[in-house]
Every structure is written in structure tokens, then in C-alpha cells.
């Protein structure tokens, strides 16, 4: 990277924690057993350091209150924790209450629910979910779009009927890098992004592709089509850790997106790296020393 992008905080829009349990963190199966343990702020943060990233978004990954208010007590005590995509029932009669209890929180700035795996592939477009969308409005939270390619054209008549609702999309919705499947993909992204209001990660790749046998080549049709349909300026990077450890170390799993990056001009670098992030959730962040590990 050249120097200026060095003076821009970067941020990594997309990173969880947790303290494991099998109960809780059922989706764990054996084939990922490297992720049956804990994965808190100490373990991220030196790996961040090492490869340039001043701050992170943690990001729900079980749906209860007792997370989200965990999440934001972790971001009280480690300031690199700029921000947090917590959880609370959008279906729920009281989902205002929900939100009241949570949203006076500075880092608390979206709400996201695990569509992937609701077994109605048209949840997005339920009457008491879109009630929960229009209250988060009223709280000034986006919320993020957690869903499978299938679910793209879904997910697009969904933030068409709320214009002035900030969404982002998560993973790029999991292309099937590993199989090679990009046309269905590509199309329903394409439309999606014609929404203004939509954002994405640059997130969860690797675990996409191959886990043992992966390379950066096999991602940029995916990342070429990112850029097509939402252009530098709705775009950003986000590592999906401790779950890309499953395929790649946290700096490899950065590296994908930061070499892409690597000959586009400096400012469309920026944007992606911690700008766009900073400009959609109203981050603050402060650069830290690039040289510090801590």
C-alpha cells in the first residue's frame, strides 16, 4: 500500500466474539471444531495490529438481548470495538422497549437478524418483521442483510419498501466460490445493489471457497462483480473472524480484499478499508501506531 493509505484508519466491518458453548453455538459442527472455544477482544486485537486495522464492528452471532448487552459491555472495555451489530426480536410486540433498552448505547449501531437459517426463504417480507424495520429507522440503526444467494431477489422487494431504512449486505450473500457458481449470483446482486440504501462486506469469502485449497484468483470474479454492481463507495472489508480461521488466518483472510485493492487509486482504497465503514454506522475511530501489536 502506498503511504497515504497509512494515515486512514481502517476498520474491519465484520468480526465476532464469543464464550463457546455446544448448547448455545449448535451450528458449530465437528467439521469446524477449531471454533469450539472462546474468541474474545485479546485475541483479535494483536491480529488487527499486525496487519494495519485500527478498529472492528463485532457482530451478533447468537439471537438473544443477553448477547447484544454483552457485545456492548465488551466495546466499553476495549476501545477498537468501534461498533456493534447486536440482536433483538423484530418480530417481537415490544420491540420498541427492546431497542430503548439497548439504543441510548453510543456503539450500538445496527440490528441484525439470522435470516440464512429461518425456514421460510420469504421471513425478510413478513408484515411483523417489516414492523421491526420501521422502528429501527426511528433509532437511526441499520440493520444487516445475513442471507444465501437464493434469498437475493427476497432480499431486494425487502429494502424497497423501506427507502430511507441504511442496510448492509453481509458475505456478498455467500457466493458459491467453491463450486464456481457466479451467473444466479451475480444477477441478484445486481439488482439488489440498484437500491441506493444497500451497502456490502467484503466479508466471508474464504469460507466460500475451498477451505484447504483456496486462492485469492478464485475470489476476484466475486470481488470484480462486488465492485461492478456497488462501486467503491458501498462497499467494505470485513474478515468474518474468528469463523475465516477455518480456512485462513486473519492477515491471508484481509490480504484477499487489501491486494485487490492494490493498484486502485488511493482514495477508493481508503473508502474501503475503514472509510465507508466510519460514513455508514458514524464510527469514531482513531488510528493507532502500525507499528503497535497491542
Known amino acids: 500500500m502506498s503511504a497515504p493509505d497509512t494515515r ?26 477449531a471454533l469450539k472455544r472462546d474468541f474474545l477482544p485479546a485475541d483479535l486485537e494483536p491480529q488487527m495490529g499486525a496487519v494495519g486495522f485500527d478498529a472492528c464492528v463485532a457482530v451478533q452471532a447468537r439471537q438473544t438481548l443477553e448477547e447484544t448487552a ?41 440490528v441484525r437478524h439470522i435470516v440464512q437459517g429461518e425456514p421460510d426463504d420469504r421471513f425478510l417480507l413478513r408484515p411483523e418483521f417489516g414492523r421491526g424495520i420501521e422502528a429501527l429507522e426511528e433509532f437511526d440503526l441499520a440493520y444487516d442483510i445475513l442471507v444465501y444467494p437464493r434469498h437475493l431477489p427476497v432480499a431486494t422487494e425487502f429494502v424497497r419498501s423501506f427507502p430511507r431504512q441504511r442496510f448492509v449486505l453481509d458475505h456478498l450473500a455467500k457466493p458459491e466460490i467453491a463450486r464456481g457458481e457466479i451467473r444466479d449470483w451475480s444477477r441478484g446482486l445486481r439488482a439488489l445493489a440498484a437500491e441506493p440504501n444497500v451497502l456490502a462486506k467484503l466479508s466471508g469469502l474464504v469460507t466460500e471457497a475451498d477451505w484447504t485449497h483456496w486462492t485469492a484468483g478464485q ?9 461492478e454492481c456497488f462501486g467503491p463507495s458501498r462497499l467494505m472489508i ?26 486502485r487509486p488511493v482514495a477508493e482504497r481508503a473508502a474501503v478499508l475503514g472509510g465507508n465503514a466510519r460514513e455508514f454506522w458514524k464510527l469514531e475511530v482513531k488510528e493507532r501506531s502500525r507499528c503497535s501489536t497491542m
Open 8 to 33: 486512514v484508519p481502517r476498520v474491519d466491518s465484520h468480526q465476532h466474539f464469543w464464550r463457546y458453548d455446544p448448547q448455545e453455538y449448535g451450528w458449530i459442527d465437528e467439521r469446524m471444531s
Open 70 to 110: 454483552w457485545l456492548l459491555e465488551l466495546a466499553d472495555r476495549n476501545p477498537f470495538v468501534a461498533g456493534v451489530v447486536g440482536w433483538v426480536d423484530l418480530c417481537a410486540p415490544d420491540v420498541r422497549a427492546q431497542l430503548e433498552r439497548f439504543a441510548r448505547h453510543p456503539r450500538l449501531v445496527g
Open 219 to 227: 475470489m476476484r470474479p466475486y470481488l470484480d462483480a462486488a465492485f
Open 238 to 263: 470485513g474478515s468474518d473472524w474468528p469463523v475465516c480461521t477455518l480456512a485462513g488466518d486473519y492477515g491471508r483472510t484481509m490480504q484477499v480484499v487489501t491486494a485487490y485493492l492494490e493498484g
